[in-house]
Structure formats: C-alpha cells, structure tokens
C-alpha cells in the first residue's frame, strides 16, 4: 500500500526524523493557515498524489510570499497532473503539502527496501540524490551503493560504516548519519515496509540531515497488525476495480490488455498471462480467485472484470484442489446468468471431481467454451478477441 507523502512524514516523525515543518491542505484557504502558521518564507507547495517526478510535472512551487502562496496552492489544488509514473491519464490532486523550504547545500539518496533473492533488508544509497536519480541509477550504477542487512542480526555499526565510507561522510557528522540509519531501519522493520526512500536526502547549510522527501510503501499482507496504518489508505489514488476486488478478498490487479483472466493460485495466474501473450493476445487483469473460492467470490469476480471496457473475452483457468471442479462449474453457471456475460468465456479446468464439473457446464445451456488444455484455452480467447 502506498501513502502520501505527508503522511510519511507523519511516520518520520514519530521516529524522529529530521523533516521539515508544514501540514497538509485540502483548499486555498488551509494552504495560507498553514503558511501563517509556519510564518517564514519561502514555503513550498507540493502536490500529493501517489506518484514520482511531481516536480517536473509541474506540481512543486517555491513561494517567496503568501501571495505567491496562494496563486500555487490554487494551481495545484485540483490540477491533473501528469507524470513518468501516472502515465498521460494524470492524476488529479486533492491535497497538496505545505511546508519550510530547505537551505540546501547538497542532495543526497537514502532507501530501504527487501531483496527477496537473498531474503535481506538493502540499504541503497548515492551522494547524487535529487530528481535523476533513476537516470543516475542507470547510467553511473557505481554511483549507487548497496548493504545488505541480515533482518534475523539487524542493523550493525559494519553496515552503518560501509554507508557512510561509500558517501564518504565528514567525520564531524558520522554521529548524527548513525542515528537516522537507525532510526529509518526500525521504521522500516516495525511497520512491515516494502520501501522507505528519502530523496532528496538533504545536507543543510547548517550542517544537519533534513528528509525533503519521503516515500513510504506498506506491505498489505502485514497490514492487519497495524489498525493505525491502514487509515492511511486512499482509495480515491487505488484503481477503482482493485479498491472493488479487495472488499470480495479477491487479489486483483488491472492490465492493459483485453483478455480478461480468472485463475486459482498466484502462480497459475503468472503462467496464466504469460500463455496469453504467448498465443498473441494481452491480458486485462491479474485475477486470483483463492483456493478456497465461493460461488459467490467468482460472481464478483466477473462482475469486475467486465467492468473493464477493455475486455472482449474471457478465460478461466482453474485446477480444482481445495477448490473442486463441480463448485466451481456451479459458480461460473450462476455468475454468468447473474452478470449477464456477452463476450466469449473460454473454460479449462481440471482436478477434484473435473469430470462432474463439465457435465454442469455442458448441461447448463450457455455458449461456454471448453478447451483441453492450457494452451488450447489460450489459443481460442486469442483469436476471439483478434
């Protein structure tokens, strides 16, 4: 789960971790009470979406005054605004984060995020932090250095020491970078993340570590443990059909293409997409039912992925193991009679009690299509949709 920025702070706060002062706006007014509050200029005004390259999308301003406050708050407030990561759809702003402009003298990069290949927490970190970052990344990979922590020992001072040399960080502030490591590794770990990226990591003119930046991604999985984190969830910044998909606990995630997909495992479904690219067509959606899938979570199921405009055939794709052939087949029967299902629904099952589940399928009067196998299935939805 993503969340805005200034609720990262909100995070890094509680932390202890050096961010600027401001708050959060949600009109041109709330943007002049803040910045009358904080009472110093320049201030920034910085558009809150889920999304990067917000500067260059033209969703930070630097204000000199309140007037000039107040005409960026009022340009922001309500703008789509587009980015590389929101694609040229945009995305509309409804908040923007007001907040002290920093005194900075140099830019630097801070994350933290899981490497599942070795099953360890990576600290990246580059002393060429700011907006290029990833160009950064991509054409001068050395300037990026990467320690890997071991989550079952935790942060050692090796670890923090091999940061520091690699930044190469003055002595006279090597205290002050030991303790925000430590603090953003325990952030980190205690909140279940999947990333926590500081960039810009600022060095101020003063000498001190400031998070001009923030970015937080929560692990789903682990959300249950944190009442508090999940009030940070926005839907409004979700795709509407997987804010849909995840009140059924159906794990669905919307492509591009226009084969609509419903599988039972996470695995299939991968294999499931790939089979459909394979035989020349593009899938529309990552849809896993569950092993232990209802009649009543398939009919959602359908529900939306002919939601999506996009689709023009379907394809099932189920092993019946904890989830039997015959309770499937009955679902899929009462969905499509409930949904009212006018594209192509190409079937291949297979498993606990398969046979009696064909016999529901046949004897149930509807154009379902059958296929023998994974790559029959997937060769007659492709040519459907073609």
């Known amino acids: 789960m993503k969340i805005h920025e200034f609720q990262a702070k909100e995070l890094f706060r509680r932390y202890s971790l050096p961010v600027p002062g401001g708050g959060m706006a949600i009109t041109v007014e709330e943007a002049l009470a803040i910045a009358d509050e904080i009472s110093a200029y320049p201030l920034v005004v910085k558009a809150q979406i889920h999304a990067g390259g917000r500067g260059k999308g033209g969703g930070v301003k630097l204000a000199a005054n309140r007037d000039e406050l107040q005409n960026y708050a009022g340009e922001i407030l309500g703008m789509t605004l587009v980015t590389p990561q929101t694609g040229p759809e945009g995305r509309l702003v409804q908040g923007v984060l007001v907040e002290q402009a920093a005194d900075i003298v140099q830019e630097l990069y801070l994350s933290l995020l899981p490497d599942r290949a070795t099953a360890t927490i990576v600290i990246m970190a580059s002393s060429a932090g700011g907006m290029d970052i990833e160009e950064t990344a991509t054409t001068m990979p050395d300037k990026i250095i990467k320690v890997s922590v071991n989550p079952l020992q935790g942060l050692q001072p090796h670890h923090v020491r091999q940061v520091l040399f690699g930044l190469g960080i003055a002595p006279d502030m090597m205290k002050q970078w030991s303790a925000l490591l430590a603090a953003l590794y325990r952030l980190f770990v205690e909140n279940d993340c999947s990333l926590v990226e500081i960039n810009p990591l600022a060095i101020t003119g003063s000498g001190s570590l400031l998070a001009v930046d923030a970015k937080i991604e929560l692990d789903d999985n682990a959300l249950f443990r944190h009442a508090d984190l999940q009030n940070y969830r926005d839907s409004n910044e979700e795709d509407p059909l997987e804010a849909k998909a995840r009140q059924y606990n ?118 379902l299509i059958t296929a023998v196998d994974m790559a029959d299935a997937a060769a007659k939805v492709a040519e459907m949709v073609a």
């Open 250 to 367: 159906l794990n669905y995630i919307r492509l591009s293409g226009n084969v609509g997909n419903m599988v039972n495992g996470a695995g299939l479904a991968m294999a499931t997409m790939d089979i459909i690219k394979k035989a020349g067509a593009d899938p529309a959606n990552f849809l896993d039912v569950g092993g232990g899938a209802t009649a009543e979570m398939v009919e959602k199921g359908f529900e939306i992925i002919l939601s999506d405009p996009n689709v023009k055939g379907i394809f099932i794709n189920i092993f019946g193991g904890i989830l039997r052939c015959d309770v499937l087949a009955t679902g899929i029967v009462e969905a499509v009679r409930k949904c009212n299902v006018t594209v192509p629904l190409v079937i291949r099952m297979e498993g606990t009690n398969v046979e009696q589940g064909r016999k529901i399928l046949a004897d149930s009067g509807l154009q």
